[in-house]
């Protein structure tokens, strides 16, 4: 089993934060504890050669519960799996492509609402597994705005 690299950490969210300013939002920013809890669920998805979000309400609960600070009442958390032996700039790109074409999990990436982020993978027997966990103040939007960008996905 392998894990994400910083690298590769890095460029998910820069790719992400790239489309939110271009739509005029704030960036997210990394958060070292939303990080652990994205790398939960990616083992957690890995070990259960399963993609899906379960036991995302006991998740967000736990993020909320760990922000002594109002800054983490709203939590939102993509998911991404792929065919692969290794967590490249491939699949960053596959998992970006196919998160803005998808209305929910864009919706999630552009919500304003949101203000840090953390991210992981997970590499296992042939699969890769993606999380991206989000946090940030008050409720989630009503209306979000116009996305300028939906690149092609195949997975």
């Known amino acids: 089993m ?3 690299n910083w690298i590769n950490k890095w460029r998910l969210a820069k790719q992400i934060n790239d489309v939110r300013a ?3 939002l704030n960036s997210l920013t990394r ?10 669920h990616a083992m957690y998805m890995a070990n259960n050669n ?20 109002s800054d983490r009442k709203c939590v939102g958390e993509n998911c991404g799996k792929h065919t ?4 490249d700039a ?3 790109r596959a998992t970006m492509d196919g998160w803005m074409k998808s209305d929910s999990h864009r919706n999630a990436i552009m919500n304003p609402v949101y203000n840090k982020t ?20 008050g409720v989630k939007a009503r209306r979000l705005p116009a996305v300028s960008a939906t690149p092609a996905f195949s997975e």
């Open 84 to 87: 692969g032996s290794s967590l």
């Open 118 to 137: 953390g991210i992981a993978g997970v590499v296992e027997q042939g699969h890769v597994y993606v999380v991206q966990v989000f946090a940030g103040e």
């Open 22 to 24: 271009s739509n005029g």
């Open 31 to 40: 958060d070292r504890s939303l990080d652990n809890v994205a790398w939960q």
């Open 2 to 4: 392998s894990i994400m």
């Open 90 to 92: 491939n699949v960053i």
């Open 50 to 69: 399963r993609l899906g979000y379960d036991g995302f309400e006991n998740r967000a609960a736990i993020i909320r519960w760990q922000s002594k600070r």
